[in-house]
């Protein structure tokens, strides 16, 4: 192990005995009482040197015997301390890949905050890579988000979508103007892969797909998130596809539900809601539906680009094993104000998606916030277990 403060935390002395590590509320840490030699003492702790050199430092500080260990295990149970070597043979594969990590050096530091292991933050990073997410949509939210993923370190993302680029699909950090009348998925894969660090090794067998950690739903028709088709999704509910809804309907963006299929509320979940809330919804959505539109949709572009940065930031959090408050919700936000507030969506009886009755029988997917198998270590087929559900189809 090389012990190293967590750079990604300002560090700041309160008084001459007391060191606040990070600024933010959210992650900011106070260590004391702090004597002088060990104050000095944390300078060294910079991922350069390792235990044993770090000890004999340590007495030539005047720091007496088992001090070194005791203040680096207790920087790491406060999760301020990482490990330069940590993090496994990925980690080290990916360390190998100077670049490449440099590209990612920001979002590596960020991870730090959340993965409060030493080594695990790299640990986390390495994984993303061997992770397949399809999007399923390549407008402006769509191509944006499928970016911001692959430049994230995602391994492998696709993006589906029918017909050729339109100039209203043009979006900063998505299609560029210079894809106009071209197929959108063919544009699309050329957005992703300028965006991504570097083309990570296939970790399937030979002539094997990698199974689908993800699928976001981001349609280029706002309709098709403001009111999901239960249909639609119903093979990645068969198939237990955790899947994400993104995207724009006239000056809303919506992000959410995450559905774990049979653990959160889904899109037939929603539907009966409203149904039971709202008569008329049935004819409501059954006009909308069979109304073919031939106007250009409204899609604010600050909007699109708030809601792909938030629904890219949701479905990271998701993929490295943790569950973002749009699990079982929608996050709306609607111009001008750009107010963002969540909706639930409760899992619904008359649902056959079955997550009512779990949660009827006591069961539930893992709380709010709380760590979960990353999606790269969740074994493909699993059999279903309480608070679990497959990642892979």
Partial sequence: MHPMVKPALRRGWRDLNTVQFGMAPAHAMVLGPVDTATGSFLDLLNGTRGLPLLRDLGRAMGLPDG?????????????????????????????????????????????????????????????????????????????VLASLLA???????????????????????????????????????????????????????????????????????????????????????TSGTPHLYAGVVEGTGVVGPLVLPGDTGCAGCLDQQRIDRDPTWPRLIAQWRSGASHQVPACD????????????????????????????????????????????????PACPCGAAEKSKKGERAAEDGQPHETMAVQQPHAARLSGTWRAHV
Avoid: M, N, Y
């Avoid at 990570?200 to 998130?225: H, Q, Y």
């Fill in 151 to 237: 430049a994230a370190g995602v391994g492998q993302v696709e993006v589906r979508d029918i017909g050729s680029v339109e100039p209203w699909d043009v979006a900063p950090g998505g299609l560029p103007s210079a894809s106009i009348g071209e197929r959108r998925e063919e544009a699309a894969r050329r957005a992703v892969r300028r965006a991504a660090p570097d083309r990570p090794p296939r970790t399937a067998a030979e002539g094997e797909e990698l199974g689908l950690s993800l699928v976001i739903l981001a349609p280029r028709d706002g309709l098709a998130v403001h009111a999901p088709d239960p249909a639609v999704a119903e093979p990645l509910i």
């Fill in 301 to 348: 572009l600050a909007l699109a680009t708030g809601v792909a940065g938030l629904a890219a930031g949701h479905a990271l959090a998701f993929l490295d094993g943790r569950l973002p408050s749009s699990a079982g919700a929608r996050w709306e936000s609607s111009v001008p104000g750009f107010d963002w507030h969540a909706k639930p969506v409760w899992s619904h």
């Fill in 67 to 143: 001090h070194v260990d005791a203040l680096v295990e207790r920087l790491a149970r406060s999760g301020l301390l990482d490990d330069a070597t940590g993090g496994g043979r990925a980690a080290d594969a990916l360390r190998e890949k100077k670049a490449v990590l440099d590209r990612l050096r920001p979002d590596l530091a960020s991870l730090s905050l959340v993965a409060r292991a030493p080594g695990d933050a790299l640990k986390h990073l390495a994984a993303r890579r061997s992770l397949r997410v399809q999007v399923r949509g390549a407008g402006r939210v769509g191509v």
